[in-house]
């Protein structure tokens, strides 16, 4: 299936959304997850997930395919197991609020990053000011690996919230990661811990049309494989790399 049909919640850009964009994608030009030219292709800096399932959801498209209510609810699922958990943990968040004061604060901060409009007012500032003034206790490599514990159980059992659409997930646990390790980072803790599987390098999709016969013959077979199956090729049925090119060619 090359398509998805999840994509129909209305986006926006938020308080946090573009600023939280650049910053990551200049960090994963740098691992080599996006390519160097990633701030200029449509596809990964839109707020709409793509359609083609073959490229993987930005978190900052996330809202365009779970909308506000399954982002509450997640949110929601992970504040009940933060307040049933020790008293260590548990206290520093009931000082400021209890579960549906968290749920809003924190869902509210997840839409405005994923591209649902401008949810979470004082950006950038508002999250610095809790995590200094109101969080600090946690804000260290054992309070993130508790938040990592519930967090990861809680998206566990969040797999219906995700749709069908399994790159949800992974973008998610990027989402996550990014923040982890900004925060790992302004805190001084090291960060061990991991959320699960994260987005996998985007692939640039190869155009054939716009190819000479010499260039598609300098291809890979991995390239041209990859590139035959974004065009909803079925490769199975090519055996040798000569095959794929006569294919590529007369696309």
């Known amino acids: 299936m090359n398509k998805t049909t999840d994509i129909r919640f209305p986006t926006a850009n938020g308080y946090m959304t573009e600023k939280t964009r650049t910053n990551y994608i200049e960090s994963a030009i740098k691992t080599g997850v996006l390519p160097e030219d990633a701030h200029r292709i449509p596809e990964i800096v839109s707020l709409s997930a793509p359609e083609n399932c073959r490229n993987p959801i930005q978190f900052w498209q996330l809202f365009s395919i779970l909308g506000p209510e399954r982002i509450v609810a997640i949110v929601g699922d992970f504040y009940t197991r933060v307040f049933a958990d020790e008293d260590w943990f548990t206290s520093v ?3 400021v609020g209890g579960v549906e004061h968290h749920t809003n604060t924190q869902a509210s901060m ?63 646990n990027t989402f996550l990661a990014h923040f982890l390790g ?18 996998p390098p985007w692939r640039r999709q190869v155009n054939f049309r716009n190819m000479t016969e010499s260039a598609i013959e300098a291809l890979t077979e991995d390239e041209l494989r990859e590139g035959l ?3 909803g090729v079925d490769v199975s049925r090519f055996g040798e790399k000569q095959d794929l090119i006569r294919k590529a060619i007369g696309l």
Not at 134 to 156: I, S
Not at 185 to 198: I, V
């Open 182 to 199: 900004k925060y790992a980072h302004e805190f001084a803790f090291e960060n061990r811990e991991s959320f699960g599987e994260t987005n």
């Open 229 to 231: 199956e974004g065009r």
């Open 93 to 95: 968040f009931a000082r």
């Open 110 to 172: 997840w839409a405005d990053v994923m591209g649902g409009g401008p949810y979470y007012h004082g950006a950038e500032f508002r999250l610095s000011f809790h995590h200094t003034h109101n969080a600090h206790q946690l804000m260290d490599a054992k309070g993130a690996k508790r938040w990592v514990e519930l967090m990861v159980r809680t998206l566990d059992a969040s797999g219906e919230r995700m749709t069908h659409d399994p790159r949800v997930r992974p973008s998610l």
